[in-house]
């Protein structure tokens, strides 16, 4: 792992108005087929709550609705940073989109594929 990676990794948007830290690098990331997640083109990293902190301008975060949860977006430049289970679901965990960690942070991160789109199967790629 590169000393960049060791470092308290944040995430940005790709205008940098949102940024997303974390306590550190995520170990694994899923890869998921369903309809929504392969448009997003995203490698989710889950977190608990309370190892994340999201920071953005007033405003600065749009967010649209989806069954189970709730995706969040950067207003300014639309990248997909985030997404929270909806209380329903209580599920404690936020997932936070990968792809905007600088590269090397993902650097030996493990991939676990889930088959959304029709069995609900994992597997690991990576």
């Not at 960049?4 to 995430?11: C, I, R, T, W």
């Not at 929504?36 to 709550?49: N, S, T």
């Not at 209380?87 to 991939?111: C, D, H, Q, Y």
Request: with cysteine; proline share 4%.
């Amino acid at each position: 792992m590169t000393r960049a990676a060791q470092a308290v990794p944040s995430a940005t948007c790709h205008c940098g108005s949102v940024r997303i830290r974390v306590r550190r690098a995520p170990r694994t990331v899923t890869r998921c087929n369903c309809s929504i997640c392969r448009r997003y083109g995203a490698l989710w990293a889950y977190y608990g709550a309370s190892a994340v902190q999201i920071e953005a301008p007033k405003g600065g975060l749009s967010s649209r609705g989806a069954a189970r949860f709730a995706p969040s977006f950067a207003a300014r430049c639309g990248c997909i940073t985030h997404y929270k289970y909806r209380k329903k679901w209580g599920r404690g965990s936020i997932a936070i989109n990968a792809t905007n960690f600088a590269p090397e942070v993902l650097g030996g991160v493990r991939v676990r594929e889930l088959d959304g789109a029709s069995t609900w199967t994992w597997k690991y790629s990576t």
